[in-house]
Structures are given as structure tokens and as C-alpha cells.
């Protein structure tokens, strides 16, 4: 158990679908984070939430779309996705500047 | 632009042997520096922290890390690794004054029983 839960674990998605991926925390954190891993490239900070106000954006396409209701809970939606956008999703939570707790991460493949 | 770069991709190594993973960041301010793991199948865990204090951080399971301010490095090491060390190894800095952690492209260790 890593505080902080991701579902699905695994998703195939086709290019026309619509799905969301969620994120949740019961850790009290103030802050939370999507992340892309993609094979053979860095860690990818796609969104940063603090205090569920959306404070990063790192040019992330506008098919993935994030939404954080309250400080427990992240979802990334994601539609008309692209099989380059296969990957590792992984949520994470922390107080500010402080070392993050990561969930295992949804595995996403784009067909 | 901030950066952190880790030099070796792949490092292949027998068990017992001695290990040293390299990470090297571009900001001149104040950083907290961090190492991740990710073993097979599982989700990055904390293996050690650096804030102030004693450059020389010891973290879970025999890993250490000596920050080295003038050479803007953060290298991990471990004196005798295991076949159970098997895994991905992130470096990561934050800015002090930053909310963002930015991580470096991660090396695979491989370690051969």
C-alpha cells in the first residue's frame, strides 16, 4: 500500500475513445502531480495541483485534461488520444518541496 | 533551462561489487536533492534525501550519496550490491524556491547473481 491508489492499472484505449484515469490520496498532502513515463525518456511533469488549484502545465496537448475536485482526488481525462501517448501515468502527492509518494501508475496503451 | 542529467544508462554489475550512479544538476541556487528507485513491476519509492546538513546521506537498504556543491553532483552509491537491486534509479532536484521536481532520464542497474 503506497497512500496513494491509481486506477485503472491497466488501459487500452482506441484513438476515438474517451476514458479517465484516477488518483487518490489520504495522505493529507496539499499538492498533487501527473507524470508521463515513457520508454527510454525522463520523467515527464505533465500537471501540478496545489491546494487543487492548477498551478504547472508543461504543454501537455489539450487530449489530456485534468480535473482535481478536492485535495484527495486527481483524474486525467483523456480523449482522441494518440499511440505515441502510450505509456506509464503515475500520480503523485506531496506537501510542497517535499519528497513526492508516488502510485504504482496506469499502464496505458493507445491503439 | 534546469536539468538533471545521469550519465549512465544501463550499468551492468556482479553481485558484491561495488556501485556508483552518477547525477549531475544545472542550478547554482539551493536544491533538495532526492534518489528514487523503481524495482520491477512497482511504483518509485524515496531511497534517500538531501535538505542541509551532512553532504553525505545515508538512505534505506546500504545506499548513501555525497553532495558535492562545487561539482553540482549528487552521485548514489552502494559499497556491495545485491541481486535484489535489480531496478531503475532516479535523481531528482527541486529548487528550493520551486514547486517543481525535475528528474533525470534514470539508469537501470542490472545486477548479475
Known amino acids: 500500500e503506497t497512500g496513494v491508489t491509481q486506477t485503472p492499472r491497466h488501459l487500452v484505449m482506441g484513438m476515438t475513445n474517451k476514458k479517465s484515469l484516477k488518483c487518490e490520496q489520504h495522505?493529507?498532502?496539499?499538492?498533487m502531480y501527473w507524470y508521463k513515463q515513457s520508454a527510454k525518456k525522463p520523467l515527464e511533469l505533465m500537471f501540478v495541483?496545489?491546494?487543487?488549484?492548477?498551478?504547472e502545465n508543461n504543454s501537455v496537448p489539450s487530449r489530456f485534461s485534468p480535473e482535481c475536485p478536492n485535495s484527495s482526488h486527481l483524474f486525467l481525462h483523456l480523449h482522441t488520444l494518440q499511440p505515441e501517448d502510450s505509456a506509464l501515468y503515475l500520480c503523485?502527492?506531496?506537501?510542497?518541496?517535499?519528497?513526492?509518494?508516488f502510485g504504482n501508475g496506469t499502464r496505458l496503451t493507445v491503439t | 533551462a534546469q536539468s538533471v542529467s545521469q550519465h549512465n544508462h544501463h550499468v551492468i554489475l556482479s553481485e558484491a561489487a561495488s556501485l556508483e550512479l552518477g547525477c549531475n544538476y544545472s542550478y547554482g541556487g539551493t536544491v533538495n536533492l532526492f534518489w528514487y528507485v523503481q524495482y520491477p513491476g512497482q511504483h518509485l519509492q524515496l531511497l534517500l534525501k538531501y535538505f542541509s546538513g551532512d553532504p553525505l546521506v545515508k538512505g534505506i537498504k546500504g545506499f548513501e550519496a555525497e553532495f558535492i556543491k562545487s561539482k553540482f553532483s549528487f552521485n548514489l552509491r552502494k559499497p556491495s550490491v545485491q541481486w535484489s537491486d535489480t531496478a531503475e534509479y532516479f535523481c531528482a532536484v527541486i529548487e528550493s524556491s520551486a514547486s517543481k521536481i525535475i528528474f533525470g532520464s534514470g539508469t537501470r542497474l542490472s545486477i548479475r547473481p
Open positions: 503523485a502527492s506531496s506537501h510542497l518541496n517535499s519528497p513526492l509518494h
Open positions: 495522505l493529507g498532502h496539499n499538492a
Open positions: 495541483y496545489s491546494l487543487e488549484e492548477r498551478v
